[in-house]
């Protein structure tokens, strides 16, 4: 009996031991090594147990895209994922000027000029209407073939000769363009700068993009062009603004639009006054932009002057004309005069009804308009043959160039024998240029004499100076 029990007892434990293990059995893995021998789909799955199912199952690798058997040029797959790629290798050329390449920024597989055919060009024109108008040096470096879709027209504008009486030369605007027929012309590229040349050292350098819907839509995406460059500019001659419109041709230059974009490659601005810009908006080419307000955007803006911030309102420090210098003077850029100014006075002796009357005028040339004054010296004494008058008034005194007031006194003085009255001249006259020499410059004295019979007489004293040198300082 004891025997039959422990037999039953064995096969029980046989029975369940062998339900367990066809229980088991049922799944297909118990663990992720179980699954090693699934067939693989790609290098970015993998097989694992899902072990509440008992089933392998292939699940994606996080982050993998080389191996996921999808040929992703975006992600330069084309160039560095043959495993995904094998149908598509970045090679084969586009007609007679362009190849399949690898972008050494991108890493995508790009069409682009072939690799030996491109070449560096440079052009250089002087721009130039007459001797007495600023003529500009206008550079232009590129490559040709010129590939529009990634690489921009590098132009410099500088000044060739810089004329002294010229100021604010501005350039105002840049257009490429091709002439079509006539007076009809095709524009590639148009820019608006506004920047000044401030003098001889100025440049502008700017990067300019074309867009050729042209030769984009054409089959062969490649077409010979005659370019022009127009430039637009103005600048200020003895107070009168001319704005000046000059084309340059630059000849032949071969152009591809192979489709691609230039990629926002190195898109960064040094100049705190900028924003860079790239992507869809500027054609994936690289863009500055100013910022208003700043110091180092290229405009002389309020609160900014030659002092305070010369890269946008020019150097304060620099001569002009033959004897005025400017320099800055509590934030203020100010003119003032180079060397000592001269003094001189003309003496002359006049008689008046039995006076003699020593009369000296005296001035600093050149005369600094706003500070500068001139002064008339009267000394009347009474001669041997005539009873002195019993009084000399001074009415009025003018110095005139012409007819044209320049300056006056009404002092209303009486002159004492033998004595120096001394009457000053404040000269205030508006110039219209910082240095102006005036012609018919003539001093006048209008005086009164009275009799010891109360008989009163005009005099007028006139006196000829000619040509004076005034100049403005201070402003
Ligand atoms: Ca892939
Ligand atoms: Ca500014």
Redesign the pocket.
């Known amino acids: 009996m004891k025997h039959l029990l422990r037999f039953f007892l064995f096969l029980s434990l046989i029975l369940v031991g062998g339900l367990l293990l066809t229980g088991c059995q049922q799944g297909e893995c118990r663990r992720d090594t179980d699954c090693n021998e699934q067939p693989q789909d790609n290098l970015c799955t993998k097989d694992v147990c899902n072990t509440a199912a008992k089933t392998c199952m292939h699940v994606a690798i996080p982050a993998c895209n080389c191996g996921d058997l999808v040929c992703d040029n975006n992600l330069g797959e084309r160039c560095n994922c043959s495993y995904d790629c094998a149908s598509q290798p970045c090679i084969g050329t586009f007609g007679q000027l362009m190849a399949y390449q690898c972008d050494a920024g991108t890493q995508k597989c790009v069409l682009g000029v072939k690799e030996g055919l491109l070449k560096k060009e440079s052009f250089t024109s002087i721009l130039s209407v007459s001797s007495s108008a600023p003529s500009l040096k206008v550079t232009l470096n590129y490559e040709t073939p010129l590939n529009i879709d990634t690489t921009p027209l590098m132009v410099t504008i500088q000044p060739d000769i810089f004329p002294q009486h010229i100021e604010q030369l501005t350039i105002r605007s840049i257009e490429v363009f091709e002439r079509i027929s006539g007076e009809q012309i095709r524009s590639y590229a148009q820019r608006s700068l506004d920047r000044v040349l401030w003098d001889s050292t100025s440049k502008i350098e700017e990067s300019i993009p074309l867009s050729m819907q042209d030769v984009a839509s054409s089959s062969n995406k490649s077409a010979t062009k005659r370019l022009n460059i127009r430039l637009v500019y103005d600048y200020m001659s003895k107070g009168e603004l001319r704005t000046q419109v000059q084309d340059v041709s630059i000849g032949k230059v071969v152009v591809v639009a192979p489709g691609e974009t230039a990629g926002c490659k190195r898109c960064v601005s040094t100049n705190p ?1 900028e924003v860079a810009v790239c992507g869809e908006e500027t054609n994936y080419f690289c863009e500055y932009r100013k910022k208003p ?5 290229y ?3 309020a609160g ?1 002057n030659q002092c305070s ?1 010369p890269v ?1 309102c020019g150097q304060c420090s620099r001569a002009t004309g033959d004897y005025l210098s400017y320099a800055c003077s509590a934030g203020s850029c100010i003119s003032f005069l180079k060397e000592k100014a001269i003094p001189k006075t003309l003496v002359e002796t006049k008689l008046y009804l039995g006076v003699s009357l020593l009369v000296k005028v005296s001035y600093e040339e050149p005369i600094q308009t706003g500070f500068s004054t001139v002064e008339l010296s009267l000394t009347p004494s009474a001669s041997a043959t005539a009873t002195y008058p019993t009084a000399i008034l001074v009415k009025r005194v003018e110095l005139l160039s012409g007819d044209q007031l320049i300056a006056e006194q009404t002092p209303a003085t009486q002159l004492a024998v033998d004595e120096a009255t001394i009457l000053s001249l404040p000269i205030a006259y508006p110039l219209s240029l910082p240095e102006q020499r005036i012609d018919n410059i003539r001093l006048k004295a209008y005086l009164q004499m009275t009799d010891s019979e109360g008989r009163v007489q005009d005099i007028e004293y006139s006196k000829n100076i000619g040509r004076i040198l005034f100049v403005k300082v201070g402003v």
């Not at 307000?293 to 955007?297: A, I, L, Q, R, S």
């Open positions: 006054c307000e700043c110091c180092g955007n405009a002389c803006e900014e911030c946008d």
